[in-house]
């Protein structure tokens, strides 16, 4: 499985971000994405996870009131909708998926196929 990460960019305390994360799996792999941040000098977070399905997302406490995870599973794509971006929002952000189909994880030690990272600078 290949997973690709865009939509990174540097914006402004309060502004949106959309990020993209576009992935080769086909129905039937019923692949499960997470999105994962790490900012320097600390440990890779968990912020959002979908199933194929896109029924019962999960969210990390940290973001869950800023943060929207979705699919298009005919364009084989997982979005990340990020509002009132902070300062400490900064990182780079990226998307994953585990080798279990049909099932997410918050740790990321869970996760197999990773994109390559797209970087979010949050700053006046």
């Known amino acids: 499985v290949q997973l690709q990460a865009s939509g990174g960019g540097s914006v402004q305390p309060g502004d949106s971000l959309r990020l993209s994360c576009v992935h080769s799996a086909v129905t039937s792999d019923y692949l499960s994405i997470g999105w994962f941040r790490q900012a320097p000098g600390k440990d890779r977070e968990f912020l959002a996870a979908i199933k194929w399905s896109g029924d019962s997302p999960l969210y990390a406490d940290s973001v869950k009131d800023r943060f929207t995870i979705s699919r298009d599973n005919a364009k084989n794509a997982v979005f990340l909708q990020m509002n009132s971006l902070k300062p400490e929002d900064t990182a780079v952000y990226y998307c994953?998926?585990?080798?279990?189909?049909?099932?997410?994880?918050?740790?990321?030690?869970?996760?197999?196929?990773w994109g390559q990272g797209t970087l979010v600078t949050v700053s006046q």
């Open positions: 994953a998926a585990p080798e279990t189909t049909n099932t997410y994880y918050t740790s990321w030690r869970w996760y197999r196929y």
